[in-house]
Nanobody, 120 residues
């Protein structure tokens, strides 16, 4: 396991942008972003393999969000554009040796979460 620390959340108006960062304490393999709104389950948002060339997105964010990673810095990013009120949630970074990137249970390291609030 590694320690993960997210940053970059905040309050933004609909149509705006935010960039989330997740710094890991060591080398990671697959990394993902999930989000959880109050009273709802933790949902998959995006994920990236070690190479950085294989990326995966939830249908709800495809075309608006971009995941990327800098392995030299052990950091993964989530660029979020054209934000909508329904994107409001706590966003979590996760890491692990993962087969199914969309399943939260397959990740063994999690960050503490960062709040993203999109106002209408």
């Amino acid at each position: 396991q590694v320690q993960l620390v997210e940053s970059g959340g905040g309050l933004v108006q609909a149509g705006g942008s935010l960039r989330l960062s997740c710094a890991a304490s060591g080398r990671t393999f697959s990394m993902g972003w999930f989000r959880q709104a109050p009273g709802k389950e933790r949902d998959f948002v995006a994920a990236v393999r070690w190479s950085g060339t294989n990326t995966y997105y939830a249908d709800s964010v495809k075309g608006r969000f971009t995941i990327s990673r800098d392995n030299a810095k052990n950091t993964v990013y989530l660029q979020m554009n054209s934000l909508k009120p329904e994107d409001t949630a706590v966003y979590y970074c996760a890491a692990g040796v993962v087969r199914d990137l969309r399943r939260p249970g397959e990740y063994d390291s999690w960050g503490q979460g960062t709040q993203v609030t999109v106002s209408s």
